[in-house]
C-alpha cells in the first residue's frame, strides 16, 4: 500500500507541477547564479598534437584547461580554487605540446604594487609558471610576465619590468637578464628555429624593432627612426620579419576623435643583414590612423607569401592583404561591417576570423582565402562566435560561443562536424538558463538625431498596461559594443548579468550603444566633439532617456541609468545635466573630470588653455551645480585606469551641495575587478539602490 500511495502522490505531484505557469517553473534568478557560470578565453591550439588550450574562470577560480584529440573532452591542469584576485593567462604551449607556459598575478602600477584584491599582508607577486599535461603541480620560473618558450625547447623567454630575461628548462637554472639595453620591451617574438629573438623596445616618444641573435649574443635594430615601429612578426622561413611603422605623433587621442593621421606602415627586413624596406603604405584620410584588430599579430604571414592586416580605408575595420615584396592591398572582407578576432589557420593558407556581417549586433565566424576571394560563412543564427582556431592537423575546428540564454562555452567542431562543449557540465544547475530573457535590439534617435543602437530587456511576467521603472546601461571603453546575448570579454559578460537580473526583477533595462563605440563603422567610433571635445555622446544618453520615457511600459518618473568606467563617465554626465530626468544613477569607477582622466594615461599631458577648458566643461564636473538625483559610486581604490581621486573628488562635491550620495569602495582592487565576490557585492548593492530609488519610489499597490 505504501508504495501505491508514494506513486499516487508521485502523480499528483506531477501533474500539479504540469498545470503551474511556465514562468512559475523557471528558476530563480539571482546574481550568484548568474555569475556561476565558467568563462572562458585565451583559447589556443598547439603547433603540434592537435591539441587545444584555454583559460577558465569559475566564481573568481582561474584555472587551464586543455583538450586532446580524439575525445577533445576537456579537463584542467592547474587546480586553483581560491577567489583571491590572481590573474592567470597569457598561456603558451611548449613546441612539443607536453606542457604549458602562463603567466599568474597582474602587473605592478606606478607605484610597483602588484594587485592585493584580498588585502593578502603577505602580498602577491605576477611571475610566470610551467605545468605539465602529465600531471603534477605547476613549476614557478621566475617573477615576471608576457613568456615566448623558445621553438627549440630549451627555455622560454619573458619580461621583468620591462627588460628581458631567459630560463633555460635544464636543471631548473634560475632565470638571467638576456638583453641589457635602454626603453621598456614588449613583443617578444622568436624565430621558426629560435635562433633569433624579436622584440620592441619602447622609448617614450619613439620606438624600436630589435633582433637579438641567441648563438652571437649580438643586438641590431631595424631601420631606427623617429617613429613608432611595432607588431614584428617572422615570415615563415625566419628569413624575414614584417612590422608596422606608426608615425610619431604629438597629436592627442585619446578620448578625442582621430579619423586620419600620418599614414602608417609595413616594413620588411632581411634579417640577416636587418636592412628594411617600405612595402605598404596606408593611404592618406580615412584609414592613415592605424586600428588594430583582435589577433596575437596585427600582421598575418602567409604560406603564399602575403601579409594580412586591418585597414580602414573604407570606414569600415576590414581584413586585406599584400605581396610581401610589395604592391598592391587587396580588400578581403568588403561591405558594412566590422572584423574582430582575426587568426591563420595552422598551415597558414586561409584566414578564419569573426564580424558583424549581415548581424550587426552579433558575432559570425567566416573564413576567407589570403589572395582574394568571397568570405564563407562558417556559423550563423542568433548565437555569438568568436575566437576561432584550427587544430594542428587541421581535422577541427574550435571557437567559443554564447547566447541570449547560453552563457559563454568552448566547443569544437570536428571534421565539418555538429559544434559539441569542450568542457561539458561545467555549468552549473544554479545558471537560470531557461528564466533569462532574449533582449530585443532597438534603434532609437539621439537628441541630435544620430541612429543609435541598443538591446532591450523586458521584464518577463511584464503585463499590458504596466509601467514599470526603466534603467540605461552604458558600457566602459568606449571602443566596445553590447551585442544581443553574453559577451566576449569577462567585464561585458558580467554588465550583461546585471542586466539580466535587473529585467528579472521587474526593470525595463536599456543598454545603449552610444557613439564612440565599435561595431558600427569608423563615422560612428570616431564621432566629432566626442569625449573631451564636446561630449557629443550626450546626445545619445539624452535620446535614450527620452526613448524609455516615451515607452508605455515605463514610468516617466523612475528612470535611471548606470554604467562602469566611461559609462560611469556617462552615467555621471547624465546625472548631472539631466537630473530632471534620471531619477537615480550607479557611478562604477567612472570619470569625472576629463583633464584628470587623460592624464592618469599621459602624466605629462600639458594642454592649451582653451583644450583644459573644454575638456573640463565636458565632463560631470562642469554641471555639479545642476546634479540634485541620488548617486551611489562604487570604486576600487587601487584602480590603474581611472584613479580613485576621481570618486574621492565627486563625493565631496556633491556633499556640498546636500545630495544625497552612497558608496561602496573596495580597499586594493582594481578597475576590472578581480574577484567574484567583489562583481558580487557591487551588483547587489546597485541592485538594492535601485530598488530603494526607483522600483519602490511612489508605488501604489503596482506589483514589482
Known amino acids: 500500500m505504501s508504495r501505491v500511495r508514494s506513486r499516487l502522490a508521485l502523480a499528483a505531484s506531477l501533474v500539479l507541477l504540469s498545470c503551474l505557469p511556465l514562468a512559475a517553473q523557471k528558476p530563480a534568478v539571482t546574481l550568484e547564479g548568474l555569475l556561476s557560470a565558467p568563462f572562458p578565453s585565451e583559447l589556443l591550439a598547439s603547433s603540434t598534437g592537435g591539441k587545444l588550450a584555454w583559460v577558465q574562470l569559475a566564481k573568481g577560480a582561474r584555472n587551464i584547461w586543455v583538450a586532446e584529440p580524439p575525445e577533445y573532452r576537456g579537463r584542467q591542469v592547474t587546480h586553483y580554487t581560491a577567489d583571491d584576485g590572481q590573474q592567470v593567462g597569457g598561456i603558451e604551449w611548449t613546441p612539443d605540446a607536453k606542457g604549458l607556459i602562463f603567466v599568474r598575478g597582474s602587473g605592478a602600477n606606478r607605484q610597483g604594487e602588484n594587485p592585493n584584491p584580498t588585502s593578502d599582508p603577505t602580498g602577491t607577486e605576477q611571475a610566470v609558471w610551467r605545468v605539465s599535461l602529465e600531471g603534477g603541480e605547476p613549476v614557478r620560473i621566475g617573477a615576471g610576465s608576457v613568456a615566448a618558450p623558445s621553438p627549440k625547447g630549451d627555455g622560454v623567454a619573458f619580461l621583468q619590468k620591462g627588460a628581458i630575461f631567459w630560463a633555460p628548462f635544464k636543471d631548473k637554472a634560475e632565470p638571467v637578464q638576456l638583453i641589457k639595453a635602454r626603453g621598456g620591451a614588449s613583443n617578444l617574438r622568436f624565430s621558426p628555429d629560435g635562433s633569433r629573438l624579436a622584440f620592441v623596445s619602447h622609448r617614450g616618444d619613439h620606438s624600436f624593432i630589435g633582433i637579438y641573435d641567441v648563438a652571437a649574443k649580438t643586438l641590431r635594430w631595424l631601420d631606427p627612426s623617429v617613429d613608432n615601429d611595432n607588431e614584428p612578426v617572422w615570415s615563415p622561413d625566419g628569413s624575414r620579419l614584417a612590422f608596422l611603422r606608426i608615425p610619431a605623433s604629438s597629436k592627442l587621442t585619446i578620448f578625442h576623435p582621430s579619423q586620419s593621421a600620418q599614414p602608417w606602415s609595413i616594413l620588411v627586413a632581411d634579417a640577416a643583414t636587418g636592412q628594411a624596406k617600405m612595402v605598404w603604405r596606408a593611404e592618406p584620410g580615412p584609414g592613415s590612423a592605424f586600428q588594430t584588430m583582435v589577433a596575437a599579430n596585427q600582421i598575418l604571414w602567409t604560406a603564399d607569401d602575403r601579409l594580412v592586416f586591418p585597414w580602414e580605408q573604407e570606414g569600415w575595420r576590414h581584413l586585406y592583404s599584400v605581396p610581401a615584396a610589395g604592391g598592391t592591398a587587396t580588400l578581403l572582407t568588403p561591405g558594412e561591417f566590422e572584423v574582430e578576432y582575426v587568426n591563420l589557420t595552422k598551415d597558414r593558407r586561409q584566414v578564419l576570423f569573426n ?77 537560470p538558463e531557461r528564466a533569462l530573457v532574449e533582449p530585443e535590439q532597438v534603434i532609437f534617435s539621439a537628441s ?36 544581443l546575448g553574453w559577451h566576449y570579454m569577462e567585464y561585458y559578460n558580467h554588465s550583461y548579468a546585471m542586466n539580466q537580473y535587473l529585467a528579472s526583477r521587474g526593470y525595463v533595462v536599456l543598454s545603449v550603444n552610444y557613439r564612440c563605440g565599435i561595431g558600427y563603422g569608423m563615422a560612428f567610433r ?29 514610468d516617466p518618473d523612475r528612470i535611471g541609468l548606470w554604467g562602469g568606467s566611461y559609462g560611469g563617465y556617462l552615467t555621471a554626465l547624465g546625472l548631472a545635466r539631466a537630473s530632471n530626468l534620471f531619477a537615480a544613477g550607479v557611478d562604477i569607477h ?60 565627486l563625493v565631496e562635491a556633491l556633499r556640498e551641495r546636500k545630495v544625497e550620495v552612497e558608496q561602496l569602495i573596495f580597499p586594493d582592487e582594481i578597475h576590472d575587478f578581480l574577484r567574484y565576490a567583489s562583481w558580487l557585492k557591487a551588483y547587489q548593492t546597485a541592485a538594492e539602490f535601485f530598488d530603494r530609488r526607483l522600483a519602490h519610489r511612489g508605488e501604489e499597490g503596482e506589483r514589482q
Open 355 to 431: 564580424s558583424n556581417q549581415g548581424d550587426i549586433d552579433r558575432r559570425h565566424l567566416w573564413r576567407v582565402d589570403p589572395k582574394g576571394g568571397p568570405p564563407v560563412a562558417l556559423t550563423k543564427g542568433t548565437g555569438i562566435e568568436w575566437l576561432p582556431v584550427m587544430t594542428s592537423d587541421g581535422k577541427a575546428l574550435a571557437y567559443l560561443r554564447s547566447g541570449a540564454r547560453q552563457p559563454a562555452q568552448a566547443v569544437i567542431e570536428i571534421g565539418g562536424g555538429e559544434p559539441r562543449e569542450l568542457a561539458p557540465g561545467t555549468v552549473p544547475a544554479e545558471f
Open 448 to 483: 541630435d538625431g544620430l541612429r543609435v543602437h541598443g538591446q532591450l530587456f523586458l521584464p518577463p511576467d511584464l503585463k499590458k498596461g504596466e509601467r514599470r521603472p526603466g534603467v540605461l546601461f552604458f558600457h566602459g571603453g568606449p571602443p566596445r559594443q553590447m551585442l
Open 526 to 554: 570616431e564621432a566629432p566633439s566626442q569625449g573631451a571635445s564636446g561630449a557629443s555622446e550626450f546626445n545619445d544618453v539624452l535620446g535614450a532617456g527620452l526613448y524609455l520615457r516615451s515607452r508605455p511600459d515605463v
Open 590 to 649: 567612472g570619470v569625472h573630470n576629463m583633464n584628470n582622466g587623460i592624464r592618469n594615461f599621459i602624466p605629462d599631458y600639458h594642454p592649451k588653455p582653451e583644450e583644459e577648458r573644454l575638456a573640463f566643461e565636458s565632463s560631470p564636473m562642469a554641471r555639479i551645480d545642476d546634479w540634485h538625483s541620488p548617486v551611489l559610486v562604487i570604486h576600487g581604490d587601487d584602480d590603474r585606469n581611472v584613479n580613485f581621486s576621481e570618486t574621492v573628488d
